[in-house]
């Protein structure tokens, strides 16, 4: 592998990001999953970097899902869209990031779309107005909020606690990175790096002292592509494509996989779990499963947050085989305790995936 | 990793068999008994000629350029079932601009799945 | 006074052309901007339809260059004009030229096979071109290419760069097919132990015993051709590559393994081709190479009386076609030149 020829595509796909002062867009269901993520981000850019992040409560979901199910047609999509730029622009804001993937691609598609039909633009701006009495101006950057975390990893490198690297070993920890097919697969100029070799992700892997996996499935989809996904039935479909991507990267023996989707890491967390219940079957190291983290998981831990703050407890995959890999220390007792300290109970064992701690 | 087969969890859905040719994985065997006897099958171009007069191919999914080209690739799965819907009427063999000895392959493939018990 | 003619290209095309013209009584100056002559031909090894060796038909084009040409090599042009009496051409060393006719003979380069990043050229170790293949043929090197390797299979792709959107060249350029079935031969030939595939979208063997020799991979050398355009290349622990593709005529996906890809890259339209166009306000077609007066009767020339077009700068061509068009620009050239008297 020439990774100079990786370097000259990376040159190729830079883009603009935002420096501060952002209008912040969460996620519909992200919270669900991982808990932690979003309060993180925040945390990591208001008292790490110092940067002006805000958020509206009275944003709404961008109907990302809807739209990618067919259920909300494109207009309506674009309208709700509209909205969320004019509370950006009631409060004063030009730089629009999300927290979600799928966000981030319906943003870029609906501002492509205005560029490239003006008309669109007009009848969204009346449908609009009649619907709320607003009035809204086009973000100036519309950046992903992993774009951020790339724009400042040299920052929050420096500000790190822990490196990626195997402790026991010495050897840099082996990471799969993944992306979200939103991110730039549909338009390679909005992602940095291209769809081919993206950068986001590895550049961060890069900078906090991992090793990027290159392996050969590693552009497939994790099959989450809503649609499908939604009918209990078709999920086989779904799990397959996660499974593939298990498959490949197998015997590269990963020591953690990083994503930057709401779905990707869901997915690829929960498939784990399923497949090993269906089959039998574990990746990983001794039945213990490839932990999954988001990037503001990663941030966090990398900048010496407590595992257990960052939501890491709810992971199916069990995160302490990372944890001790990189000699994070995490008190194995407030594990599965509220904020008050109350035991909140133990999740039922699976079958085949070793689980934390191993005796309930 | 131990196997249970029983008391697997059913969760509503089950991992979809992939169906991609994994060439690598599949087993030639069958491939290179027939190359060796009717090696006229490497001059198939897959023109479609043969499938498009075939008297079985008009009243049945018979096509028989797929399962030349199934052959090549490695795919001898379906093999018996499929060969045995050909009645060797030989309008194939009379149209095939490569000259592809076609009766004479259908021929092998039926002695050589006989001979190895396939 | 004497007839001038400049050629600018001291490839195939300006080669002939210039000895044509040395014959007709003309004076010739070439211009070329490498240190020898030759263009492409330099990279081939063995040329189709009956594989015979480069060097041959390069030794026939260089004693037709005897001292009636005025040669000019590392010669860059800096500009050039037409003033309506005379071509003018300054070069970037200083040397002034000019003359009563010009031939444009700047031929083409060979597509950039990195724009194709889902192929790994330039990224993946086992991934090189055709041309890159012709350099190990003629040094006899072809083993080391599969030295160490776990892999004892190669695959070789078509249309890389030709027929392609995404990498704006809509044409075919002709002549990768056959290259491909040639390479395929020459690489069974020798070494018998090695697997080879052709992946392709359709196969273009439109010359004179080029489907014959379609039909000899196939039938001798066991040659297997699987119809179906690479999606993706990806590098595996080993080095080899896994790659997918659609085995169209069953319908399937398929992937597979190989130690070797081998991209047969096409023709684009050289940069010093498209400057000169645009200095002369000569016509590009959309493909962005040049065009004749007519597609048909007047191959030769352009729309700007006493510029002429001999060889690849009007589109892909091969050896053979490229000499005799050179031949007819010659005549094309004479012509022209005997008719201001």
Known sequence: MKIEGKQRIWMDYQKEI?????????????????????????????????????????????????????????????????????????????????????????????????????????????????????????????????????????????????????????????????????????????????????????????????????????????????????????????????????????????????????????????????????????????????????????????????????????????????????????????????????????PESPSFLKFYPEKV | MNFRVLGMKSFGYTITKDRQIDFDQNDRKVTGYINAIESSIRLCIGCGSCTGTCSAGHFTDFNIRRVITLVQRGETDQLKKEIRKCMLCGKCQLVCPRGVNLRNLILTIHNILETYGI | MNKTAIIIGGGVAGMETAIQLLRLGIEVYLIEKESRLGGHLNSWDHLFPNRRDSKEVSEYLQLGMNEGISLHLNAEIDTLWNDKKKFNIKLKDGTRLNSDALVIATGYEVFDARKKEEYGYGIYDNVITSVELEEFLRNNELKRLFEGKTSKRVGIIHCVGSRDEKVGNLYCSKLCCVTGVKQAIEIRERMPDIEVFCFYMDLRMFDRYFEEMYFEAQEKWGVQFIRGRLSEAAENQDHTLLIKLEDTLTGLPLKMNVGLLILLVGFVPSPETRRLASMLGLKEGDDRFLCPADEHTLTNSTKIPGVFLAGTVKGPEGIAGTITDARAAALQVAAYLTSRE
């Open chain 1, 18 to 346: 935002a420096d501060d002062h952002f209008f912040y867009v969460r996620s519909c269901v992200r919270q669900n999953f991982f808990p932690g993520s979003e309060k993180t981000f925040l945390r990591i850019l208001q008292s790490e970097l110092q940067k002006d992040i805000y958020e509206n409560p009275s944003h709404t979901t961008c109907s990302g899902i809807g739209y990618h199910a067919d259920i909300v047609p494109f207009e309506t999509s674009m309208t709700m869209v509209a909205r969320q730029f004019a509370l950006m622009t009631e409060a004063g804001y030009e730089n629009f990031t999300t927290s979600c993937i799928t966000s981030f691609g319906l943003y870029s598609e609906v501002l492509e779309t205005w560029h490239h039909f003006p008309e669109t633009e007009q009848k969204t701006r009346d449908f609009l107005y009649k619907a709320t009495g607003r009035t809204f101006k086009k973000p100036s950057n519309v950046s992903h909020a992993s774009d951020i975390i790339f724009k400042f990893r040299k920052k929050i490198s420096e500000k790190g606690k822990y490196r990626l690297i195997n402790r026991q070993t010495g050897q840099p920890l082996r990471v799969v990175e993944h992306i979200g097919c939103h991110y730039s697969k549909m338009f390679p100029s909005k992602g940095v790096g291209g769809a081919e070799y993206p950068y986001v992700l590895t550049g961060m892997i890069d900078e906090w002292g991992g090793e990027v996996i290159d392996y050969p499935e590693r552009r497939h989809c994790c099959g989450f592509g809503f649609r499908q996904y939604f009918v209990q039935a078709n999920r086989g479909f779904s799990i397959s494509c996660s499974k593939k991507k298990f498959e490949s990267m197998e015997p590269y023996k990963p020591d953690m996989i990083l994503t930057n989707c709401p779905g990707c890491p869901m997915f690829l967390d929960r498939w784990q779990y399923a497949i090993s219940e269906m089959e039998g079957k574990t990746y990983g190291d001794n039945g213990y499963g490839i932990p999954v983290l988001t990037y503001e998981e990663l941030a966090g831990l990398v900048l010496g947050y407590d595992p257990w703050d960052l939501g890491l407890q709810v992971h199916q995959v069990p995160i302490e085989p990372l944890l001790e890999k990189i000699g994070i220390p995490y008190d194995p007792e407030m594990k599965f305790r509220n904020i008050s300290g109350q035991d909140i109970g133990r």
